[in-house]
C-alpha cells in the first residue's frame, strides 16, 4: 500500500525567502504527482500536476519536480510571501484497487508559515 | 465558473440521526469521491464512482453509503451518524484516467454529538 511522506511537518520562513518541500512515496508505480494547498478550514486548491512521464512542472513562482525512480517530488517556492502560508499536500495518483480505477493517496502536508 | 460545490459546510447533528451531504461538479467529470481528513491521519478515501450508478468503497467506507445516479450529482449518506464519523470532508472530481487534475470541493465540516 502506498504510503507518502512529507518532510518537514512545519516549516517557518522569513518573507522572501525560496524553500523546498520535500514529498517521497514508497510505490513509483504511480500515474501522475498533484501538489494542492490547504487554507485553514477551506478545501484544496490544485497547484501543480506532473505526469509520470515529466520532470518538472513550473507555475509562477512554483516549480515542482518528480523523481519516479527514487519516489520522490519536491515543491520549490521562490520569494516566498505571506500569502503563501498555507499547508501543502502532495498526492500521487496509482491504480486503485478496484478494476480500472485509480486513487490519490496524501501525504500529511507541511503546514508553511511565512513571517513578514 | 468549474467547481465542485459540497453542502452544507458546516453541520452539528446528534448520534443517530441521518443526513446526507451533497456534492456537485460542473465539469461533466465521470470520477468522483469522497475524503474524510483528520488530525494525524491526513486524507482518506471513503467512497469513489467511475461513472453514473458505478461506485466502489475506498479505504474506510464503514458508516456511509453513497450513490451517483446522476453524473454531476455525489451524495455522502450517513445512516446512523457516530461521533467517531466528526470529520472534515471533501468531494472531489476528475476526468477518468492517468494524466487528469483532481478538483476539490471547499469541505463540510460535520460535529456528531
Known amino acids: 500500500k502506498q504510503e507518502v511522506t512529507q518532510i518537514p511537518a512545519a516549516l517557518s520562513v522569513p518573507e522572501g525567502e525560496n524553500l523546498v518541500l520535500n514529498c517521497s512515496f514508497t510505490d513509483s508505480a504511480i500515474y501522475n504527482l498533484q501538489w494542492f494547498r490547504q487554507d485553514p478550514g477551506k478545501g484544496l486548491t490544485s497547484l501543480l500536476l506532473?505526469?509520470?512521464?515529466?520532470r518538472e512542472q513550473t507555475s509562477g513562482r512554483l516549480n515542482a519536480s518528480l523523481d519516479k525512480s527514487s519516489g520522490r517530488s519536491t515543491l520549490y517556492i521562490a520569494a516566498s510571501q505571506p500569502g503563501d502560508s498555507a499547508t501543502y499536500l502532495c498526492a500521487p495518483l496509482e491504480h486503485g484497487s478496484g478494476a480500472g480505477s485509480y486513487q490519490l493517496t496524501f501525504g500529511k502536508g507541511t503546514k508553511l508559515s511565512v513571517i513578514p | 465558473e468549474a467547481q465542485v460545490t459540497q453542502n452544507p459546510r458546516y453541520l452539528i447533528t446528534v448520534t443517530g440521526k441521518k443526513l446526507t451531504v451533497t456534492c456537485s461538479q460542473n465539469m461533466n467529470h465521470e470520477y468522483m469521491s469522497w475524503y474524510r481528513q483528520d488530525p494525524g491521519l491526513g486524507l482518506r478515501q471513503i467512497y469513489y464512482?467511475?461513472?453514473?450508478?458505478?461506485?466502489d468503497k475506498g479505504d474506510v467506507p464503514e458508516g456511509y453509503k453513497v450513490s451517483r445516479k446522476e453524473k454531476r450529482n455525489f451524495p455522502l449518506i450517513l445512516e446512523s451518524p457516530s461521533p467517531n464519523q466528526t470529520s472534515l470532508y471533501f468531494c472531489?472530481?476528475?476526468?477518468?484516467?492517468?494524466?487528469?487534475?483532481?478538483?476539490f470541493g471547499q469541505g463540510t465540516r460535520l460535529t456528531v454529538v
Open positions: 472531489a472530481s476528475s476526468y477518468v484516467g492517468m494524466n487528469t487534475e483532481a478538483f
Open positions: 506532473i505526469q509520470s512521464s515529466q
Open positions: 464512482s467511475m461513472n453514473v450508478e458505478v461506485t
